[in-house]
């Protein structure tokens, strides 16, 4: 299920808002391949910054990075969560 959220993603062609994002966030940690680590990584360098104070999206950000293995990125985006 969760490669076919990428391919539907890439067919799409769109801008994800949030909500979309969490979703890819989540589909990408759950494959946890090189290709959901490559397409995770490129949709965080893109996310815009306003949505980095998002919890739901920042919280699934985390994770993601977290089946990564890339903790000290995730510790980033924790530390820059405004309370």
Do not use: H, W
């Amino acid at each position: 299920m969760a490669e076919k959220v990428l391919d539907l993603f890439d067919e799409m062609k769109i801008e994800p808002d949030q909500f979309t994002l969490s979703v890819l966030f989540n589909a990408c940690a759950v494959l946890n391949n090189n290709r959901a680590m490559k397409i995770g990584k490129e949709l965080l360098a893109k996310m815009p910054e306003n949505y980095r104070n998002k919890n739901i999206t920042s919280t699934s950000a985390i994770n993601m990075l977290m089946k990564f293995g890339d903790v000290e990125s995730a510790e980033r985006i924790f530390n820059s969560i405004k309370a």
